[in-house]
């Protein structure tokens, strides 16, 4: 069982619509993320770049999933996190970005943020 999931979205327009609306795989993926018992995840905005980093496509994903998220039961101030990529070009994954790509995002990496998730302690010996 999972504790992290990743949940990786298109930030291309069309894209990420297709993959939200009704029957979408985004929708599907969450779905699986949350019955899988996953109790947090990490929402990975790809394809940054081909939108120039605009802050607004990024809040205005963010703003769509997020009420999607809660219905499924995932505390939106403990248990989710956005953060831009561009996966292709190796952005944002493993060190922050540079001010000058994105300087709207104060964030840390990818990685970085899944460095930083306190994770509940497991019994090991059941």
């Not at 619509?17 to 996953?38: K, P």
């Not at 292709?88 to 970085?112: E, F, H, Q, R, V």
Request: glycine share 8%; hydrophobic share 40%; aromatic share 8%.
């Amino acid at each position: 069982q999972a504790e992290i999931a990743i949940l990786v979205i298109s930030a291309r327009k069309g894209e990420f619509e297709a993959g939200f609306e009704r029957g979408g795989q985004s929708r599907e993926h969450s779905i699986l993320v949350r019955s899988g018992g996953a109790r947090h995840i990490v929402v990975a905005v790809n394809k940054m770049d081909e939108c120039d980093w605009e802050q607004t496509r990024f809040d205005e994903i963010e703003s769509k999933i997020s009420p999607f998220l809660k219905t499924l039961g995932f505390n939106l101030e403990k248990d989710v996190n956005f953060v831009p990529i561009a996966g292709l070009a190796g952005n944002n994954l493993m060190t922050p970005l540079d001010p000058a790509i994105c300087p709207w995002y104060k964030g840390p990496s990818l990685l970085g943020l899944l460095d930083k998730i306190q994770l509940p302690r497991r019994n090991l010996d059941k």
